[in-house]
Nanobody, 124 residues
């Protein structure tokens, strides 16, 4: 069982930056792929970024490429999402996810474990 707790959300102006953190419990963190998704009311959960267990491979949605960076610290059981050049359309609840597969992909249903989410609001 893996438990995930997100933090770092908040209100920021367009063009600003935020760094989200996701702290994971369990000794298996270093062997799990990690990802960030986001969701706005009335829409499906949307893939943002993913990172393999070693950190060697990362994947991004086209909408965030060049602006967001996913990273992980296996010694600290934490995954990060650095978000730069934020836009109002980035406003959403951001969720951390984990899975034992090497690369579960961009569909939310493929990921087994989820955090409760953290709100990110970008004002124009």
């Amino acid at each position: 069982q893996v438990q995930l707790v997100e933090s770092g959300g908040g209100l920021v102006q367009a063009g600003g930056s935020l760094r989200l953190s996701c702290a994971a419990s369990g000794r298996t963190f270093s062997t799990y792929a990690m990802a960030w998704f986001r969701q706005v009311p009335g829409k499906e959960r949307e893939f943002v970024a993913a990172i393999t267990w070693s950190g060697r491979s990362t994947y991004y949605a086209d909408s965030v490429k060049g602006r967001f960076t996913i990273s992980r610290d296996n010694a600290e059981n934490t995954v990060y999402l650095q978000m730069n050049s934020l836009k109002p359309e980035d406003t959403a609840v951001y969720f951390c996810a984990s899975d034992a597969d090497y690369n579960p992909g961009s569909r939310a249903r493929s990921w087994d474990y989820w955090g409760q989410g953290t709100q990110v609001t970008v004002s124009s």
